[in-house]
């Protein structure tokens, strides 16, 4: 996951079609939530993944992105990977998330997250899914994997977030 540094000196550069020309990926986008409690070690990189309490956000007040685009090191070539291996297309390390957590499907405008048998858990806005199970999503979506809730955005989305626009239509928060 990065921070928004880059993306956020992009923003206040150009204009919102340049943005979405030059970021023409989804993105998954972690917002700040009021800090709860967390456990110390919880975010450290390891080999195995980790069972945790659903219960906590791993980074409070961090607003944090992820690209959402193909790796050419990834051995699946009709999906994304989602999770901890750096093969992954989006690479999220924190040893709660599986090595390869779950899997994205992108045909056309149609979207498919499916859960890869995760220890901590694939959510598709707060519901579970099966083990091994698939839900059709779509942007605005909040995706979970273990604690980390992220929501599903498009450049035109981050860059609004970025320059402070909050649509009426979306009801986010604007960031600062």
Not at 118 to 136: E, I, V, Y
């Amino acid at each position: 996951m990065d921070d928004l540094t880059e993306y956020l000196r992009k923003a206040r550069g150009v204009t919102q079609a340049t943005f979405q020309q030059l970021y023409p990926h989804y993105f998954l986008f972690k917002h700040a939530k009021a800090a709860m409690a967390s456990r110390s070690g919880d975010h450290e990189i390891d080999y195995a993944t980790r069972a945790i309490d659903l219960n906590f956000d791993p980074m409070p007040n961090v607003m944090q992105v992820v690209a959402v685009k193909k790796n050419p090191d990834n051995p699946f070539p009709d999906r994304l990977t989602i999770g901890r291996a750096t093969n992954c297309d989006v690479v999220i390390r924190f040893a709660f998330i599986s090595k390869v957590h779950a899997h994205l499907f992108v045909q056309g405008d149609k979207l498919t997250l499916r859960d890869n048998k995760a220890a901590n858990g694939t959510f598709h806005n707060h519901k579970k899914l099966d083990a091994a199970g698939s839900r059709s999503i779509k942007l605005g979506d909040t995706l979970g994997f273990g604690a980390l809730e992220l929501e599903l955005i498009d450049a035109s989305r981050l860059y609004q977030l970025l320059r402070g626009v909050s649509p009426a239509s979306q009801g986010a928060p604007a960031l600062k």
